[in-house]
């Protein structure tokens, strides 16, 4: 699998938390950087996250900072991003992206190659 393929979106109440995971070839993900972005209806997509290719750097942007965590387990191949105390202003389609060409990623969606096809979250209030 060589575009990532996100799952573990759906439809919760404000507070809640969910979970989502992106896998791809480890060609895609191995050493690489990895961003998780987001887009609701009618904006631009967004940074939400992102992570270095050993998984010791990652960085968030301010509306998700302290409550989202991203992560990664090379060995599988995969890309978390863990999602707490959720908010209706977090509704988007959340998509996994990867940069082959950096292992420090950057918060510019055109740096990233490879797209998955997204994952919906909705939170309700």
């Known amino acids: 699998q060589v575009q990532p393929v996100e799952s573990g979106g759906g439809l919760v109440q404000a507070g809640a938390s ?8 480890r060609r895609t993900f191995s050493s690489n950087a990895v961003g998780w972005f987001r887009q609701a209806p009618g904006k631009e997509r967004e940074f939400v996250a992102g992570i270095s290719g ?11 900072k302290g409550r989202f965590t991203i992560s990664r387990d ?19 389609v959340y998509y996994c992206a990867a940069d082959v ?8 969606a055109v740096d990233y190659g490879y797209w998955g096809q997204g994952t919906q979250v909705t939170v309700s209030s």
């Not at 969910?18 to 070839?25: E, F, Q, T, Y």
């Not at 050993?54 to 998700?64: L, R």
């Not at 060409?101 to 510019?108: D, F, I, L």
């Open 74 to 92: 090379n060995a599988k191949n995969m890309v978390y991003l863990q999602m707490n105390n959720l908010k209706p202003e977090d509704t988007a």
């Open 101 to 108: 060409r950096r292992r420090y990623g950057t918060r510019k």
């Open 54 to 64: 050993s998984g010791s750097t990652t960085d968030y942007a301010d509306s998700v």
């Open 18 to 25: 969910l979970r989502l995971s992106c896998v791809a070839s």
